[in-house]
């Protein structure tokens, strides 16, 4: 089955800093990749996704990079802010139309902490 | 606007209790799932449905059990609760995948077993 690594485990920024979160994958079938969002006593919410047909997704201060033939993909966070605090969980997944139940694997997670 | 609600929100149980978890989603979402979330592992699929009537073994299903007799529920059930089941339990539903695929998760049930 598929294999998500995720670092580093936990990072530290200055408000205003950009944070960076690397994910490899093993399944060379996975094509879509999501990134969950986790604050303190809270269930995950996704933040953005990237399919494999793509290389770079971006949404404001967000975005991902994807390299298929290394497996591995990446979260930018730029100009961080304290609410950007939370853990974030890398996952990945194999989908295809009308077969696929949203069966991700997720990363193991990135506490991210954001000083003032 | 509800969206994914679980009972309870924590739980105390002692070895080779039983207990059942209940999910309830108000999106008319087809497919529903449990997660475990414990440090360091990040969030490991116990079981899911694709819809009502229907249930599936996901990565660690050992030791529990699930039911999705209505749409809108879907119950994790803990016959005989071991140490090793104490974690934090996630619930998350989303419609067929030709949407978005955004999973819709629940905010969590912790559940202690002593």
């Known amino acids: 089955g598929e294999n998500v690594e995720q670092h580093p485990s936990t990072l530290s920024v200055q408000e205003g800093d950009s944070a960076v979160i690397k994910c490899t994958y093993s399944?060379?079938?996975?094509?879509?990749f999501p990134w969950y969002k986790q604050e303190l006593g809270k269930g995950p919410q996704l933040i953005i996704d990237?399919?494999?047909?793509?290389g770079e997704k971006k949404d404001q201060r967000i975005a991902v990079t994807l390299n298929k033939t290394a497996k591995h993909f990446s979260l930018h966070i730029t100009e961080t802010q304290p609410e950007d605090s939370a853990v974030y969980f890398c996952?990945?997944?194999?989908?295809?139309?009308?077969?696929?139940?949203?069966?991700?694997?997720f990363g193991q997670g990135t506490i991210l902490t954001v000083h003032p | 606007n509800a969206g994914v609600t679980q009972t309870p929100k924590f739980r105390v149980l002692k070895t080779g209790q039983s207990m059942t978890l209940l999910c309830a989603q108000d999106?008319?979402?087809?497919?529903m799932y449990w997660y475990r979330q414990d440090p360091g592992m990040g969030l490991r699929l116990i079981h899911y449905?694709?819809?009502?009537?229907?249930?599936a073994k996901g990565e660690v299903p050992d030791g529990y059990n699930v039911s999705r007799l209505k749409k809108q529920n879907f119950l994790l059930g803990l016959e005989s609760a071991a140490p090793s089941q104490t974690s934090v339990y996630f619930c998350?539903?989303?419609?067929?995948?030709?949407?978005?695929?955004?999973?819709?998760f629940g905010e969590g049930s912790r559940l202690t077993v002593l």
């Open positions: 998350a539903s989303t419609s067929h995948w030709t949407g978005t695929g955004e999973l819709f």
């Open positions: 399944d060379s079938a996975s094509n879509y």
């Open positions: 990237i399919r494999s047909n793509v």
């Open positions: 996952a990945a997944s194999m989908i295809s139309s009308g077969t696929s139940y949203g069966k991700l694997t």
């Open positions: 999106m008319n979402h087809e497919y």
């Open positions: 449905s694709v819809g009502e009537g229907t249930t």
